[in-house]
């Protein structure tokens, strides 16, 4: 492993233990904004998991958003590439383009 991974990952990992250990209550999470008093759907879980599972949401979701940009960088540059290769397809007469006289 490299040496950046072990300087950045054993003192991330060892605060996530930290975390999960001063943590450990079971926390409500109620997922109903309408009633207060009887929610539909509540899960109780302990505080570190909640926190964990939505560092990894934002994690998972940030990937969803980088793939999206890649793929459209590269659907665009695929276009770019069949527009120039069209436009070297035509004759020299029909590349210009001939704006109407306003």
């Given at each position: 492993m ?12 060892l ?8 943590n ?6 109620s ?5 207060q ?7 109780q879980m ?12 934002g ?7 980088i793939g ?7 659907s ?8 120039r290769?069209a436009?070297a397809l ?6 210009k ?6």
């Open positions: 490299r040496l950046t991974t072990w300087i950045l990952g054993v003192p991330v990992a605060a996530a233990i930290w975390i999960a250990l001063a450990r209550q079971l926390v409500e999470l997922l109903d904004p309408f009633s008093t009887a929610p539909a759907l509540t899960v302990p505080l570190y998991l909640l926190l964990f599972l939505a560092i990894l949401a994690v998972l979701l940030g990937g969803f958003v999206f940009r890649h793929v459209a960088r590269v665009g540059e695929v276009a770019d590439s069949a527009s290769r436009k035509l004759p020299q007469s029909m590349r383009t001939k704006t109407p006289a306003k």
